[in-house]
């Protein structure tokens, strides 16, 4: 009988104008209601639209994406079949079900979110499944359309932030049985597969690492000595140029040569959610990640504006966003997962998860290399990610957390007294050892952890990177504690105003170039400090030497 019914069931566009009864309708629902939730999270929402002008929305919406589709469909044959399909149903049937999942309950630990928060949304799924069948059963079926851009279709039903939409559903009388077969199938479109794709897997096999074969050492000492030399000859007081002259030698220093440039300079901006949001540690709610990543993909925010001024490439990375972006040229999705677990509770990651990101992050810099870059900064975002980075500063360099724990995005005294009481509490059930990729995976987040995988690569290739503040001072201390040799490479940009990073930077014996006060992240310090590369590049490239302007050396 069950057989039977997976048989009949048919994904439906072509609708009779026959009500659904509300006995039919409250049955599939309690089916998709009796489906499993993963730790019984029940977050699966529904929403019922019977209004012909919502419908019409809806249908706008659609039209508008698959006129999208259609462009994207080579040639003209497949143009014109795809617009003979049925696509959708919105206007014909009686009823459209929303089926939805709601990411607040991720603001409470679940046992069935541990691994990954993407089982509430296939949670849901099982519930459509249900109600599918149920539908079917009852001699009625419905259709799943995704055509849709789920940001307007959000915007247009009013659905809340947190409620997180995964498809419109037809619900009606079929009209049709498509002769027992997929629509797509019974049009020629497509065939589907008879059996399902099984395959055995019997033996283990290692992780892929990045294969980094252009890299070419450079003589750095030799170059390191002559470039000295040059700058001690320029026509001014000897170190009368200060931290530029530091600037310059060590620009020569990494990229090996006596009159450097720096080419295609790119600023990345890695972003990912912390489960340590959940618990009042940050002014802002867990949301804003993924609105600030919009943000920055709409050029309007403070990073976009400074990277425009100094002719900077920008590209952001989903390292574990809680949001599914639709798809943009200038994100990079390597999202590890839909944000971090709370290391209140358990690990943020595991130790796999740490080795994709440092993998990810590696990845990111061998992309940036190859399209010609040498020079790559770096910035984040992620609500959540000070407390991170604070405890992980406590941990790796030995001072008490009251002075690594600062304000973040702007907490008030109490809430700065509770987030270190928190960080305190995370930190007093951390029975783990203190070796560092330990501490990285228990309290580190997937964006700081991804930097400081592309921090090392970056080294590897000898490029220029530019650290910018608080945040991505403790990925490059990460990264540091695993190859001490990544501070030749590593250009300090601004000191920021959040408190422990003063103290970071001297734990680190590093001098940043720029101090305004700034506590925004985003690779804001990076972006403000390369004009001082340029300088420090320029002066050594273009001012005349004692020898060439026949200047006297000596001291009147
Ligand atoms: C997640 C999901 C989203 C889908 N979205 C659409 C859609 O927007 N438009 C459409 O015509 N079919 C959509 N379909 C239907 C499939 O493309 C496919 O035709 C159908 O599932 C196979 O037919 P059957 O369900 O009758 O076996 C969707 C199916 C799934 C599972």
Redesign the pocket.
Known sequence: MLEDLLKL?????HFTNEPVPDSVLQKALMAGHMAPSVGLTDATRYYIIRSGEVKLAVKHL?DNYSRKAEQLIETDDQKSAYRA????GITDAPIGLVVCYDRSVLNEFTIGTIATNDTIRSSA?CAIQNIWLSLTEQGYSM??????NYHQFKKILNLPDEIEP??YFCVGKPATD?EK?????QLGWKN?SELPAVAEIDSLSGAASVESSTIVPADHQNVSAQLSAAIDGKTKPLGSLGMLEDLALQIGTVLGTLSPQITDPQLVVFAADHGIAHHGVSAYPQEVTRQMVNNFLDGGAAINVFCRQHQIALKVVDAGVNYDFAPNADLIVHKIAKGTQSFLYAAAMSAAELELCLQKGAEVVAEVQKGGSNTIGFGEMGIGNTSSASVLMHLLCGLPLQDCVGKGTGVNAAQLQKKQEILQLAISRYQGSHEVKHLMAHFGGFEMMQIAGAMLEAKKRNLLILVDGFICTVAYLCAFKLDPELQRNAIFCHQSDEQGHRLLLEQLNAKALLKLDLRLGEGTGCALAFPLLKSAVDFLNDMASFESAEVSTGAV
């Not at 069931?9 to 566009?13: E, G």
């Not at 077969?181 to 199938?185: A, C, I, R, S, Y």
């Open positions: 069931r048919r994904d439906t566009r659609f399909l049925k696509l959708e799924v259709g799943w359309v995704s055509i849709l995964l498809g498509y077969q997929p629509m797509l199938q589907k």
